[in-house]
């Protein structure tokens, strides 16, 4: 099975999970968004499912698809100490710039 990290590599997979972010949606608003074909989209669904990233729903005929925040979490989480490395960075260079004489 494939990691979080493994499935978000892909970027129309991070391109649904943007669709996704506001409300839940069938599979077919994700096609005309994406301009990918349907057989395509189902198979980044399933793998965004498998992940645990997206959950679906049934209603009648249709799957309407929602993204899971938790999973998302664990990656903000691991993410968060190199945000705090490069706001660093970035302060560094902060005021390495105000130290500079102005032209």
Known sequence: MATAFDVLAEPNRRRILDLLR???RPVGDL???LDVSQPAVSK???LLREAGLVEVR???Q???YRVLAEPLQAIDDWLSPYRAMWASHLDD???HL????DS
């Open 44 to 46: 980044h669904l399933r």
């Open 98 to 101: 105000d130290s500079m004489p």
């Open 62 to 64: 249709r799957r309407f």
């Open 58 to 60: 049934s209603d009648a």
């Open 22 to 24: 506001a409300e839940e």
């Open 93 to 95: 260079l902060e005021r």
């Open 31 to 33: 096609v005309d968004e």
